[in-house]
C-alpha cells in the first residue's frame, strides 16, 4: 500500500501509475480544489488494475491531513510507502518581492506538509 499526497495531477499522478503498474494499491490525497483531477488519478489506477482509495486534505492542515490518512488506512490497509509529493511553487516574483503570507503558505506546505505526511500517527 502507498500514499501519494498531490497525486491529482504531474509528478503525484506519475507516481500513483508507476505504483500501480507495480502492482501497489494507492491512497491518493491532494488538495480539494483538484477534486477532478485526483478523480482521473484514481482512474488511471484502477485502469493498472490497482485499488484506489482517494481524499482530500491539504498537506499543511495535520488534522485534515490525518483524518484523510486514517480513512484511507481504513478502507486499504497499512502503508508500505509513502510519497510526500505535494508542493507548490511560487511563478513570476524574485524571493525579496515574496509577500509574508505568501511565504509561510510555501513552508506550510513545502516543509511543514512533507513532516506531516510522515509524521509518526501511533
Do not use: K, Y
Not at 480513512?71 to 518581492?97: F, K, Q, R, S, Y
Amino acid at each position: 500500500m502507498a500514499l501519494v499526497t498531490g497525486a491529482g495531477r504531474g509528478t503525484g499522478r506519475c507516481h500513483c501509475e508507476r505504483l500501480a503498474d507495480e502492482g501497489a494499491d494507492i491512497i491518493a490525497l491532494d488538495v480539494p480544489a483538484a477534486g477532478a483531477d485526483l478523480e482521473q488519478t484514481a482512474a488511471a489506477v484502477v485502469q493498472r488494475g490497482g485499488r484506489v482509495a482517494t481524499g482530500l486534505a491539504d498537506v499543511s492542515d495535520f488534522t485534515a491531513l490525518t483524518a484523510a490518512v486514517d480513512v484511507g488506512v481504513a478502507a486499504m490497509g497499512c502503508l508500505d510507502v509513502v510519497v510526500a509529493n505535494a508542493g507548490i511553487h511560487m511563478v513570476g516574483a524574485p524571493t525579496w518581492e515574496i509577500s509574508v503570507e505568501s511565504w509561510q503558505h510555501t513552508l506550510d506546505v513545502n516543509l511543514t506538509g512533507v513532516w506531516a505526511t510522515t509524521a509518526d500517527r501511533s
